[in-house]
Each structure stands twice: as structure tokens, then as C-alpha cells.
């Protein structure tokens, strides 16, 4: 048997853990930061994480998946880690962190606007600039979690993590 | 119970009886075919579209509905003990039952316009219904798929106010597309067999023949605007088991890889 602390302890360690697996289209920023991590429970013999995809179609989550288990593994810790893919509770823009929001802007993603509605508001704030000067180019980019912006100051084209 | 794969969600639900799981499996499919089907239609004007933010934005819907479609189906194996990639892959034409709307091929933008405004609208109306399924894996999925869906019903919206407002050779192409589609359109909300279950358990929170008049409510004004008076239409009885040889076509294309190399896991 293994007492509370020791879960805790654990437990804590796997956040930590977590928390240094970047994301594998946006290295920049972490599982953690990103708030793709649901629950975390840590038993006797296994490590549970849920995973929350930021859109149900990510290509990434597979290699998220994957890291996760690996990275845990290395832990030695429990004889199992298992990672589920969850939509009980969805994933939404007001998961990312203030650190994760800052993280994006300093690498020219501008983080998403946050309103009231789910509305899809064309406002991007340039991560250059600062500017809200800015019109939607296509709400449509690289990824399925990115849109594609332009700043009218300073004259840059950019990128927005969706709101969703 | 599959026992490799990792508990799904589904199974930490209350165990359903035959009878629900049927019925779930008949709902799942048509929902996940339609996905699928519509995913790899979008997925046919990448680098051809008519310009370059319309291949990134087909592309990215394609994408999206293809991956709707894969959860969808990963929900259904769990509940059937099947395997997601073989419901997908490998069934022979005339196994798919998506609506007859989506039988058709891309045909020239207009055309895909109107089919994807058509389809979306619908869709929205089903996914409303689905987000409160008494099946939580359903409901929790329909919930985070609506959130997607938006940004597809902003494109479609955006698409079909362009071209209704464009010349008249345009208008009358998209005026073309959507008579010609109208019929087939109703067919989203095909009544199912199993249909008196589905909604007897909550699983399906309203008849279909109610999700088909809520959307025709809110569809019929908007269309009737570009098109005219439209018939009376009604969802058909065949409208999910009809297949089509552009159907046949495409079903040859999305399979090509799977079929290439028979088990082969990627």
C-alpha cells in the first residue's frame, strides 16, 4: 500500500513531468500550458492522464500520446501509464494558461480573443506590435487550430490560435 | 470487450441492452458516414480551388470532418467490438450510409457551395439534438464537434452570400446547385429503423421527421431567397441506402491505400 503523501509526491512529479513536453506543432508551449491535460491519477500501479484535443480532428494527438506515455515510462513509477483521449470535458481557448498565452505571443501566435460568446469575432491582437489595427485573412490556416491574420501597422501577416 | 485497447468512456457508462446498442450503432454510422463521405468530397479541391485561401480553408474543413468522422467511428467500435479503421475502410459501396446529398461529386465551386451550406445547415440542427443525447460519450462529443462546426457554417454562410450577390451567371449556378440538391438535402434526416429506440432511451432526443422541419423552418427562407419557390420535399425511406457511381468513384479513391496493402496498421 502506498500512503497519501506518497501519492501526492508522485503525483507531483508527473505534473512536473508533463509540464516539459512541448507541443509538436507549437514547441514553444507545453501539454501543460496549453491545457490539453485533464485528470491525472496516479494509483498503486498506474498513471491515468487524460488528454483533451483542442480539435477533435488533430492530427497531433498521437504524438502527444505517445510522448506522454514515453516521458511517464521514464519516470518508473507505475507499471502502467495510460493516456485516454477525452471529450468530457472540452477542450476551450480558456484552458491555456497566462504563461501559455504570453509563450504564444512571443513566438508571433497571437493568443485567441476571449469573448463572451463562442462568436468567431475577426480581432487578433499582432503579437509584433500590439496592434489591433488587424483583419482576418482566413479563418482557415496551417493547422486546424490556427487562423490567418494581417497587421495594417506594422505590416506583418500572422497567425491566431483559434477560439473554440 | 475489446481488452488491448485502454478503457474508452463508453464503457465506464451504464451498460446498454442489445436493443440500445443497435440503435447507437445505426445513429453512429449514418452521423460518421456523412463526416466521412462530405471530408473526402472537400478534400478533392485541394490545390484546385479557386484560389489559394479556399485550398487552405477546404482543406482544413476536410480535414476537420474527416477527423469528426474517425471519433465517430472509434465510438462505434467501441460499442460493436470492432475496429474503427476497418468500419471506415473496409466496407464494399453500397455498405455506406451517408445521405444521398453527399452522393454526388464535388461538381463545379457553386455546386460544392451550395452542398456544403445544405449539409451544414442540417448538420447543425442534428448536432444541436445530439449534444444532449442521453449517451454521454455522444453528447460529449456532439458538444465539442459544435464548437468546430461554427467556423464551417461562418465559411458556407460567407460562400453562399457571395455568389447570391455575383453575376448572374454565378447566381444561377449556385440557384442550379441547390434545386438540383434540394430533394436529396432532406435526406440528412432519413427516418432510421431502429428510430422508436433511439428516442424511446433518449439517445436521440427528437424524431428526425422533427430535426427535418426545424431545419427546412429555418433553411426554406433563406434558400428560397436565391432560388424561388422550392417543392414540398420529404425525407425518403431509401435516403441513407441509395449509392450513386460518383459515390462508387470516390469510395475507389479513399480506399486505394487501405486496399494497397490489406491489415496494414498506420
Not at chain 2, 428516442?199 to 436521440?204: A, C, D, I, N
Amino acid at each position: 500500500m502506498v500512503n497519501a503523501a506518497a501519492v501526492d509526491r508522485r503525483e507531483q512529479r508527473v505534473w512536473a513531468a508533463l509540464a516539459e513536453i512541448a507541443d509538436p506543432e507549437i514547441p514553444a508551449i507545453s501539454l501543460v500550458d496549453l491545457g490539453v491535460i485533464g485528470e491525472v491519477t496516479v494509483d498503486a500501479d498506474r498513471i491515468h492522464v487524460e488528454l483533451l484535443p483542442t480539435f477533435v480532428g488533430c492530427p497531433a494527438i498521437e504524438v502527444m500520446r505517445a510522448r506522454i506515455g514515453e516521458r511517464l515510462g521514464e519516470l518508473a513509477i507505475a507499471d502502467r501509464v495510460e493516456v485516454e483521449v477525452s471529450f468530457a470535458t472540452p477542450w476551450t481557448s480558456e484552458r491555456i494558461s497566462d504563461v501559455g498565452r504570453e509563450r504564444l505571443r512571443q513566438c508571433g501566435f497571437a493568443p485567441p480573443v476571449m469573448t463572451d460568446e463562442l462568436g468567431v469575432l475577426p480581432i487578433a491582437e499582432c503579437p509584433y506590435c500590439g496592434s489591433r489595427n488587424t483583419t482576418l485573412d482566413n479563418p482557415f490556416g496551417p493547422t486546424l487550430c490556427r487562423a490567418i491574420y494581417h497587421c495594417a501597422d506594422c505590416r506583418q501577416p500572422f497567425e491566431q490560435f483559434k477560439r473554440v | 470487450m475489446s481488452a488491448t485497447r485502454e478503457p474508452p468512456s463508453a464503457l465506464k457508462e451504464p451498460v446498454l441492452d442489445m436493443a440500445a446498442r443497435e440503435a447507437l450503432a445505426e445513429l453512429l454510422l449514418g452521423v460518421a458516414d456523412d463526416e466521412f463521405v462530405i471530408g473526402f468530397w472537400d478534400s478533392e479541391w485541394t490545390g484546385i480551388a479557386p484560389m489559394l485561401e479556399e485550398d487552405v480553408a477546404t482543406s482544413s474543413i476536410a480535414q476537420d470532418e474527416i477527423g469528426h468522422a474517425r471519433a465517430l467511428y472509434e465510438l462505434l467500435a467501441d460499442l460493436t467490438d470492432d475496429d474503427a479503421d476497418r468500419i471506415a475502410f473496409g466496407r464494399e459501396p453500397d455498405a455506406y450510409r451517408h445521405a444521398a446529398l453527399l452522393n454526388h461529386a464535388r461538381g463545379d465551386w457553386a455546386f460544392s457551395v451550395a452542398r456544403r451550406w445544405l449539409y451544414e445547415s442540417a448538420d447543425a440542427v442534428r448536432l444541436t439534438a445530439l449534444a444532449s443525447s442521453s449517451w454521454e460519450p455522444l453528447a460529449q462529443l456532439a458538444t465539442k464537434m459544435r464548437r468546430e462546426e461554427t467556423y464551417h457554417r461562418l465559411h458556407a454562410d460567407a460562400w453562399l452570400r457571395r455568389l447570391a450577390d455575383a453575376a448572374p451567371d454565378v447566381r444561377g449556378r449556385l440557384s442550379g446547385a441547390l434545386t438540383r440538391l434540394w430533394p436529396d438535402a432532406q435526406d440528412v434526416f432519413a427516418p432510421l429503423a431502429t428510430e422508436e429506440e433511439l428516442v424511446r432511451g433518449g439517445y436521440l432526443p427528437e424524431p428526425m421527421r422533427a430535426l427535418h422541419a426545424s431545419w427546412q423552418h429555418a433553411a426554406l427562407p433563406v434558400l428560397e431567397l436565391i432560388t424561388g419557390s422550392l417543392p414540398a420535399a420529404e425525407p425518403s425511406i431509401d435516403g441513407r441506402t441509395r449509392r450513386t457511381e460518383d459515390f462508387a468513384w470516390l469510395h475507389g479513391q479513399f480506399t486505394m491505400v487501405a486496399r494497397s496493402e490489406e491489415g496494414a496498421s498506420w
